[in-house]
């Protein structure tokens, strides 16, 4: 049993018109709205930056060769940056390349020096013989 919107007269079911006030009864589509979804803003979890394998090698050429001590420094912040945010560990990746750099130089240094000092004690002995 349907009733008319209008009214609220009782009605047959085939009835395309209400008989008490004339309204037409088919049924209007009704727009249904759709429902936004408001898509919540994923919280993204922070891409690891990994491990920097060129300055972990390097690191670690520049403390076994070079003897340097800048190059556990820069050996820590390599590692520490594996786990951390990109953003993060470029500024890490950045700070030990600094101090690879810093170890090169003292490296360099450190067999200048020792060359000399070998030198200089060679000659001495040299001298030495001489005399
Ligand atoms: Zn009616």
Do not use: H, R
């Not at 759709?34 to 898509?39: G, I, K």
């Not at 594996?82 to 700070?95: C, D, R, T, Y």
């Amino acid at each position: 049993m349907a009733f008319c919107k209008n009214c609220g007269a009782e009605l047959a079911e085939d009835q395309k018109f209400c008989a008490n006030c004339g309204a037409t009864l088919e049924e209007s589509p009704v727009a249904v709205e759709e429902p936004v979804v408001a898509e919540a803003p994923v919280a993204e979890e922070p891409k690891k930056a990994g491990l920097n394998v060129g300055m972990l090698v390097w690191s670690i050429i520049g403390l076994v060769v070079c003897c340097s001590p800048f190059s556990i420094p820069a050996l820590i912040m390599t590692i520490l940056a594996i786990n951390m945010p990109v953003a993060e560990a470029e500024k890490k990746i950045k700070l030990a390349k600094t101090f690879n750099i810093i170890s090169i130089v003292w490296g360099v240094l450190y067999f200048t020096l020792c060359f000399i000092v070998g030198f200089l004690a060679g000659l001495a002995e040299a001298l030495a013989f001489m005399l």
